[in-house]
């Protein structure tokens, strides 16, 4: 079989077909390519590029309340900065991870709708000059487009409101979490049909929903239906009616809610996060046929390159039947590994995803 692009690649992995080879991705943390700049990975090439992994391209889109952003402390180590969602964090310089939140804004009904005020789909939150100056390019290298999505349960949360704070009023005023996750979706769709209309096209839609941590869920099923479930549904069903495919991160386990995940309209999901507790043979062969996955590879292993190694050889083989497989880890490349250690990862991950 002649080699394909990665474009010809998702979409047979998508459609559940074979193709030349399973696609390749994955992505390290900032610190990790430290090192591998460290360990001879030149600086003059996309570090993507170089290790040869297939072609990704996003299109973003600001839908933040664009409150005044500043940083309030820096050090050699870490910067203590204000986001445009308001919410105050640390984060590490040269260590990989998350960033440690200190505060927010928008505490209730009232911050809420002074934010909500400003959140409007205004054609400047779109980078029009970098589709521009990028997208002939992209589609010339058969690059697999995606509009990155920014709306849900984890986005709230996470970088909005704060864990406890959603969580309790996930109970106690729900009809605030979904006016908040209505009006996130409801700018991202503005904008994107935005950038629709000006004829660029992309393959897919995706967006980050973390939901579950080790063997559990944030919330329950039934919450999940009542509050979650219609802003993913309203998305998928946009994004279904152009033709494109929808792809959902949700670290955790999450699989009891696979079932509604396929039922709304997820094409496919990431990163099956092994450490969590799920199982990505398993889930391939309960769910192989209705639903497309991406990563798997327990990222634990990453420390010791035997152990990772032979679970990529147990994994990609049963994964990549009858397609609907992208290879990755199931979070991200963390700083314990080396440089030499990812080039055997991505050249063991194309010899085992191979259809030949």
């Given at each position: 079989?002649?080699?394909?692009?990665?474009?010809?690649?998702?979409?047979?992995?998508?459609?559940?077909?074979?193709?030349?080879?399973?696609?390749?991705?994955?992505?390290?943390?900032?610190?990790?390519?430290?090192?591998?700049?460290?360990?001879?990975?030149?600086?003059?090439?996309?570090?993507?590029?170089?290790?040869?992994?297939?072609?990704?391209?996003?299109?973003?889109?600001?839908?933040?309340?664009?409150?005044?952003?500043?940083?309030?402390?820096?050090?050699?180590?870490?910067?203590?900065?204000?986001?445009?969602?308001?919410?105050?964090?640390?984060?590490?310089?040269?260590?990989?991870?998350?960033?440690?939140?200190?505060?927010?804004?928008?505490?209730?009904?009232?911050t809420w709708r002074e934010a909500k005020a400003r959140m409007q789909p205004t054609?400047?939150?779109?980078?029009?000059?970098?589709?521009?100056?990028?997208?002939?390019?992209?589609?010339?290298?058969?690059?697999?487009?995606?509009?990155?999505?920014?709306?849900?349960?984890?986005?709230?949360?996470?970088?909005?409101?704060?864990?406890?704070?959603?969580?309790?009023?996930?109970?106690?005023?729900?009809?605030?979490?979904?006016?908040?996750?209505?009006?996130?979706?409801?700018?991202?769709?503005?904008?994107?049909?935005?950038?629709?209309?000006?004829?660029?096209?992309?393959?897919?839609?995706?967006?980050?929903?973390?939901?579950?941590?080790?063997?559990?869920?944030?919330?329950?099923?039934?919450?999940?239906?009542?509050?979650?479930?219609?802003?993913?549904?309203?998305?998928?069903?946009?994004?279904?009616?152009?033709?494109?495919?929808?792809?959902?991160?949700?670290?955790?386990?999450?699989?009891?809610?696979?079932?509604?995940?396929?039922?709304?309209?997820?094409?496919?999901?990431?990163?099956?996060?092994?450490?969590?507790?799920?199982?990505?043979?398993?889930?391939?062969?309960?769910?192989?046929?209705?639903?497309?996955?991406?990563?798997?590879?327990?990222?634990?292993?990453?420390?010791?390159?035997?152990?990772?190694?032979?679970?990529?050889?147990?994994?990609?083989?049963?994964?990549?039947?009858?397609?609907?497989?992208?290879?990755?880890?199931?979070?991200?490349?963390?700083?314990?590994?080396?440089?030499?250690?990812?080039?055997?990862?991505?050249?063991?991950?194309?010899?085992?995803?191979?259809?030949?």
């Amino acid at each position: 079989m002649e080699e394909m692009t990665t474009w010809e690649r998702m979409k047979r992995m998508y459609e559940h077909r074979e193709a030349d080879r399973v696609p390749v991705t994955d992505g390290p943390w900032g610190s990790t390519l430290e090192r591998w700049h460290r360990e001879g990975l030149p600086t003059d090439i996309p570090w993507d590029h170089y290790f040869g992994l297939d072609k990704f391209a996003g299109i973003g889109a600001d839908n933040s309340p664009r409150f005044p952003s500043r940083v309030i402390e820096e050090t050699e180590e870490y910067t203590i900065a204000v986001s445009p969602w308001g919410a105050t964090s640390k984060n590490w310089k040269h260590a990989g991870g998350v960033p440690e939140f200190l505060d927010f804004r928008v505490k209730d009904w009232g911050t809420w709708r002074e934010a909500k005020a400003r959140m409007q789909p205004t054609r400047d939150r779109v980078n029009w000059a970098h589709l521009e100056q990028n997208y002939k390019k992209w589609r010339e290298e058969g690059r697999w487009i995606t509009a990155g999505f920014w709306f849900g349960f984890d986005v709230t949360h996470s970088w909005f409101i704060g864990t406890a704070k959603v969580l309790m009023a996930m109970v106690e005023d729900p009809e605030w979490i979904a006016d908040i996750l209505n009006h996130e979706l409801e700018l991202d769709l503005a904008l994107f049909q935005m950038v629709w209309d000006e004829g660029y096209r992309f393959d897919a839609i995706g967006w980050p929903d973390d939901m579950g941590y080790k063997q559990h869920t944030f919330f329950s099923l039934p919450m999940y239906r009542q509050l979650i479930k219609p802003v993913h549904q309203r998305a998928a069903e946009w994004a279904h009616a152009k033709g494109l495919k929808v792809h959902l991160h949700s670290c955790g386990d999450v699989h009891t809610f696979i079932p509604d995940l396929i039922e709304l309209g997820i094409d496919m999901l990431n990163p099956l996060e092994v450490k969590a507790g799920m199982d990505p043979v398993a889930l391939k062969k309960q769910y192989g046929d209705r639903l497309a996955f991406h990563g798997g590879i327990n990222a634990v292993n990453f420390t010791d390159p035997d152990a990772l190694f032979a679970e990529m050889k147990r994994v990609i083989p049963v994964m990549k039947e009858n397609g609907g497989y992208v290879i990755s880890s199931d979070h991200s490349v963390p700083d314990s590994v080396s440089f030499e250690d990812f080039k055997t990862f991505v050249r063991l991950a194309k010899e085992l995803g191979s259809y030949e």
